[in-house]
């Protein structure tokens, strides 16, 4: 279902992925600097969590400024929170690269309000761009020191924008209950050589719906 996203005098252009059963959990997903929701791995992610009874809401938005992005996400946020057409009893942010870190923006600063209700239930970072590439002695960790809800990242063990030692080093020092998954020599854009990206997405997509059940699951206990 294709939607337009009220973001201040402009739209974010959207598209609703709708699981067959009434789901109670949703996921608002964006792309990296490059490309936008029809990203392959988007797209893919997208598609596999609806036939897995998860809503997931992918967005576009271009501005290469992380805090413009931020902004956007957070509309994103309060349409899915306002939907008539959705009744969610909570959602996951995820985002592939950059989009990863104006997730983990959103989340900060929705924790330090008042008002956090609880609607936002955890963080899947895909290619989280921990530094620039050979830049390893300025991190962007600020956020994710700062967020005390689930997080997930899928990361490549090859990965020229979060060396494999740093981003253990970051996780350790994190507050939230987190999870790592490496793809083994996976590049910044998950590519292996001698695997498909079919065959990578199907090991992303599987992971990150097992880690969405388990953290729905302890919520609920």
Known sequence: VKVKIPFGS???DAIFSVPEKKPTYGVILT????GDMN????VS???YLASHGVLCLR???????????TKAFKAVVEYLKLSDD???SGVFLAGRSMGSRAAASVIRQLSQDDDDDGFIQ??????YPLHRPKLQSKLRDEDLLLISCPVLFISGSADEMCEKKLLEGVVSKMKAPKKIHWIDKANHGM??????????????????????????????K
């Not at 792309?31 to 490059?34: C, E, N, P, W």
């Not at 990203?39 to 988007?42: G, K, N, Q, S, V």
């Not at 967005?59 to 805090?67: D, E, P, Q």
């Open 39 to 42: 990203f392959p791995h988007l």
């Open 59 to 69: 967005f576009t938005c271009k501005g290469l400024n992380v805090a413009y992005r």
């Open 86 to 88: 959705y009744k969610l």
């Open 10 to 12: 402009k739209y974010l």
């Open 45 to 47: 992610l997208a598609t």
């Open 31 to 34: 792309h990296g600097a490059g």
């Open 191 to 220: 590519a292996i050589k001698g695997r498909t990206t079919n065959d990578v997405m199907e090991e992303i997509n599987v992971q990150v719906f097992s880690w969405l059940r388990e953290n729905v699951q302890l919520q609920h």
């Open 122 to 127: 955890g963080l899947v970072c895909l290619s």
